[in-house]
C-alpha cells in the first residue's frame, strides 16, 4: 500500500510531481488501493512505463487478458457506462484493429493540416469576442468552444448541440470516480449524454451527410464491423478524447506559460519555437497523466516485484515524462527542450489518434493567444486555482484571465 496515492486528494491533485519522484527512487512499483476495482500496480520510471505500453504481456481488457469480467461491468454499474466503455481503448488485437481502421484515416497528418485554415479562423473569431470582454474563464470561453467546434464539425455534429455537450462532459469528468455513489451521481448527465448519441445517430441514418458520424452509422448498418453499442461508444471517444484533452492542453499550458515569464517572453519573441514549445507544454503539464488501465496476462515481476496475472497496471505516463534519468532538470519548463522524447500521447499500438490535431489545434491556439495579449495575467491569485479531481485527464476546473 502506498497511502500517499489517494489520487482524490486535493493536495495530490495540485501537484503530483513530488509524489512521484519519491516513487521513482524508492518505489518503481508501487501497489495502491482503488475503491472500486482493489488494488492496482503504478509504474513511475520512464523505462517501465515504455516497456509497459508495448508490452504483449498487458491488455487493455481484461476480459481479454484474463477472461471474466472488465471492472466496467460489475453489477451495480449502470448499463450506460457500460456501452461506454465499448470502445477502441478498451479492447485489444482484432476488435482493437477492426474499431481504429474505422476512423484512423480521418486523423493522419495530411487530413489534419487541410484543417490549419479553419483552426486559424475560429481561434480569431473566439479571441475576438474575449478581447471585447477583456476578461475571460479561458476554459469555457476560448479552449472547450475551440476544441468542440473542430471535434463536433469533424463528426457532424450540429452546432446548437454543442454547448450542452460541453456541460454535461464536465460535470462527467470534473470529480472523481472511485466509488459505486460517484457513479451513481453521475447517471442524470450520462443519461442526457447517452440520449444525445442515440439521437446524433438518428439524424445521420436519416440526413447522411459527408462526415466521419455518417460513415460510422453506415458501417453499423452493413452488419458485422460495427455494433450498435460499439458506435455510441465511439461517438462518446472521439467527442471527449478530441475536446476535452485539448481543453487540459491549451489550460495546464496556459498556465505553465505564466508561471514562467521567461519562456512565456522567449516564445513572444520567437514564434518560430511553438513546435518544441507545445512538445514541452505537453512532457511538463501531461493533459492526460495515465492512460486506460492495463491488465497483467500472465505473473509478471519488474524490480523484485511480483505483478500477479489478472492485475491491474497503471503506465504513469506524468511521472516518465519527469523522470530525471531522461530529462534534465525535469521539473524545468525549457521551451527549446531538444531531444524531448515525452510519452504524453502514449505508446505502442494505442498510441494517440488525435496527435496530429492535437499538436495543430495547440500551436495556433497557444501561439495566437500569447501574441494576441501581451498583458494576459491571472485574475485570481494562483492559490484559488483548482484541479479537477479525477484521475486520468489533469485539468484546471477553471481559468480566469485578464486578457487586456
Ligand atoms: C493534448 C491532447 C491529447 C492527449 C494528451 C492525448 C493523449 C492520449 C493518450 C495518452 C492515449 C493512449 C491511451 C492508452 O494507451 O490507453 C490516447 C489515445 C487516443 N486518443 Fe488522444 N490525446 C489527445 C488528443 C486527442 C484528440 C484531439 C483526439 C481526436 C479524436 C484523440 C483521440 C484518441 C483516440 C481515438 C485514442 C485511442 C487510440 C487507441 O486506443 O488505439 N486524442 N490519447
Redesign the pocket.
Known amino acids: 500500500m502506498t497511502p500517499e496515492l489517494d489520487v482524490a486528494d486535493p493536495v495530490f491533485r495540485a501537484d503530483p510531481y513530488p509524489t512521484y519522484s519519491r516513487l521513482r527512487k524508492t518505489l518503481p512499483v508501487a501497489a495502491v488501493q482503488r475503491k472500486m476495482v482493489g488494488k492496482a500496480w503504478i509504474l513511475t520510471r520512464y523505462e517501465d512505463v515504455v516497456n509497459a505500453?508495448k508490452d504483449p504481456r498487458l491488455a487493455?481488457s481484461r476480459h481479454h487478458a484474463v477472461g471474466g469480467k472488465n471492472p466496467s461491468e460489475q453489477w451495480w454499474m449502470p448499463r450506460l457506462f457500460r456501452t461506454f466503455q465499448k470502445n477502441?481503448?478498451a479492447s485489444d488485437a482484432a476488435d482493437?484493429r477492426r474499431l481504429?481502421d474505422l476512423?484512423h484515416k480521418a486523423?493522419t497528418p495530411r487530413r489534419v493540416e487541410e484543417l490549419e485554415g479553419t483552426v486559424e479562423r475560429i481561434v480569431n473569431r473566439l479571441l475576438d469576442d474575449a478581447e471585447r470582454k477583456g476578461s475571460v474563464e479561458l476554459l469555457s470561453d476560448f479552449a472547450a468552444p475551440l476544441?468542440l467546434t473542430i471535434?463536433s464539425e469533424m463528426m457532424g455534429v450540429p452546432e446548437e448541440e454543442r454547448p450542452k455537450f460541453r456541460r454535461w462532459t464536465f460535470k462527467l469528468m470534473d470529480s472523481k470516480l472511485e466509488t459505486p455513489l460517484d457513479f451513481i451521481r453521475r447517471l442524470p448527465s450520462a443519461n442526457k449524454m447517452l440520449r444525445f448519441f442515440r439521437a446524433l445517430i438518428r439524424l445521420r441514418r436519416e440526413h447522411p451527410s459527408e462526415d466521419l458520424l455518417t460513415a460510422l452509422v453506415q458501417a453499423e448498418e452493413q452488419g458485422d464491423r460495427l455494433s450498435e453499442e460499439e458506435l455510441v461508444s465511439m461517438v462518446f471517444?472521439?467527442l471527449l478524447?478530441?475536446?476535452d484533452?485539448?481543453v487540459?492542453?491549451i489550460g495546464n499550458g496556459t498556465l505553465a506559460l505564466l508561471q514562467n515569464p521567461d519562456q512565456l517572453q522567449k516564445l513572444r519573441e520567437n514564434p518560430e519555437l511553438i513546435g518544441s514549445a507545445v512538445e514541452e507544454l505537453?512532457r511538463y503539464t501531461?493533459?492526460?497523466e495515465a492512460?486506460?488501465p492495463r491488465f497483467a496476462r500472465e505473473d509478471i515481476e519488474l524490480h523484485g516485484q511480483l505483478i500477479p496475472r489478472g492485475s491491474m497496471v497503471v503506465p504513469l505516463?506524468a511521472s516518465a515524462n519527469r523522470d530525471e534519468t531522461v530529462f534534465e532538470n525535469p521539473d524545468t519548463l525549457d521551451i527549446t527542450r531538444h531531444p524531448n522524447r515525452h510519452v504524453?500521447?502514449?505508446l505502442?499500438?494505442?498510441?494517440?489518434?488525435?496527435?496530429p490535431?492535437?499538436r495543430l489545434?495547440?500551436k495556433i491556439a497557444l501561439l495566437t493567444l500569447v501574441q494576441r495579449f501581451p498583458a494576459m495575467r491571472l485574475a485570481v491569485p494562483e492559490e484559488q486555482l483548482r484541479w479537477r479531481g479525477l484521475f486520468g485527464p489533469r485539468g484546471l476546473k477553471s481559468l480566469p484571465l485578464h486578457l487586456v
Open positions: 505500453l487493455n477502441m481503448v482493437h481504429r476512423v486523423f476544441a471535434i471517444l472521439l478524447a478530441g475536446h484533452t485539448l487540459n492542453l505537453l501531461n493533459p492526460i492512460p486506460t505516463m504524453a500521447f502514449g505502442g499500438s494505442h498510441y494517440c489518434m488525435g496527435a490535431l492535437a489545434e495547440g
